[in-house]
């Protein structure tokens, strides 16, 4: 059984994620489910050193995830990713596996018929996803595969990308500070770029707070779907 697992922000923040996401699913005749009760994976709480509330949402989670026989799970945000596959597994052995939105959907490349973009994007790391998981092409490969675009790296990319400032806690402790480091980003960003792409929801609402559009990679791709 695959499981698509939302993720807080998505459900409630970037709604507009889980639009896309399921379109694809659909448009790929993939059979999936999704929880009503999801709940939260227990990113936030590992971050910032609650490992005991940590890890009694980490054994629910595995509980109810072994009752419904899930074997795989795919999700859009990288902070559920490496919760779900490496925080866990450093307290229990999880019987499934945990894919990135763009590791599954790069499997499905060839089924992919996409329409041409005359547009010029880049693409933000999220510091989960890249320096904490080593997930960096396989995001790269989905954007390249869409028509007529034209991408660009930014300055700071993989391993060097800058933070968006709202992970690990950061957003609701030092709103500030998190406002701040998104707008360095954004002017490290040439004008003639039209989207900011990324795989992170939490780098999506960071980065659109400034002056340019960002998608997240399931958005630019729901979007050529031909």
Same mark, same amino acid.
């Given at each position: 059984?695959?499981?698509?697992? *939302?993720?807080?922000?998505?459900?409630?923040?970037?709604?507009?994620?889980?639009?896309s996401v399921e379109k694809i699913l659909s448009y790929l005749n993939i059979n999936y489910i999704t929880l009503e009760d999801e709940g939260c994976?227990?990113?936030?709480?590992?971050?910032?050193?609650?490992i005991k509330d940590a890890i009694k949402i980490t054994e629910k989670n595995i509980e109810k995830l072994k009752s419904l026989r899930i074997k795989e799970?795919?999700?859009?945000?990288?902070?559920?990713?490496?919760?779900?596959?490496?925080? $866990?597994?450093?307290?229990?052995?999880?019987?499934?596996?945990?894919?990135?939105?763009?590791?599954?959907?790069? *499997?499905?490349?060839?089924?992919l018929k996409l329409k041409e973009l005359n547009a010029t994007v880049t693409y933000h790391d999220p510091c989960h996803l890249g320096r904490h998981m080593g997930? $960096?092409?396989?995001?790269?490969?989905?954007?390249k595969l869409v028509p007529k675009l034209k991408f660009i790296e930014m300055k700071y990319n993989?391993?060097?990308?800058?933070?968006?400032?709202?992970?690990?806690?950061v957003?609701?402790?030092y709103p500030e500070v998190a406002i701040e480091v998104s707008k360095n980003?954004?002017?490290?960003?040439?004008?003639n770029i039209d989207f900011i792409i990324t795989s992170c929801p939490f780098c999506k609402y960071s980065l659109s707070s400034n002056r340019v559009n960002v998608l997240d990679i399931s958005e630019l791709i729901a979007m050529v779907l031909e």
């Amino acid at each position: 059984m695959l499981l698509y697992w *939302k993720g807080c922000m998505s459900r409630y923040r970037t709604k507009s994620i889980v639009k896309s996401v399921e379109k694809i699913l659909s448009y790929l005749n993939i059979n999936y489910i999704t929880l009503e009760d999801e709940g939260c994976c227990g990113s936030i709480l590992y971050r910032t050193g609650q490992i005991k509330d940590a890890i009694k949402i980490t054994e629910k989670n595995i509980e109810k995830l072994k009752s419904l026989r899930i074997k795989e799970i795919i999700t859009s945000c990288p902070g559920c990713f490496r919760t779900m596959l490496k925080d $866990y597994s450093n307290y229990y052995n999880i019987p499934f596996q945990v894919y990135h939105f763009s590791q599954f959907l790069l *499997k499905f490349k060839e089924k992919l018929k996409l329409k041409e973009l005359n547009a010029t994007v880049t693409y933000h790391d999220p510091c989960h996803l890249g320096r904490h998981m080593g997930v $960096y092409e396989e995001p790269r490969e989905i954007i390249k595969l869409v028509p007529k675009l034209k991408f660009i790296e930014m300055k700071y990319n993989r391993n060097k990308a800058l933070c968006c400032g709202y992970g690990g806690g950061v957003r609701s402790v030092y709103p500030e500070v998190a406002i701040e480091v998104s707008k360095n980003i954004v002017n490290e960003i040439d004008n003639n770029i039209d989207f900011i792409i990324t795989s992170c929801p939490f780098c999506k609402y960071s980065l659109s707070s400034n002056r340019v559009n960002v998608l997240d990679i399931s958005e630019l791709i729901a979007m050529v779907l031909e």
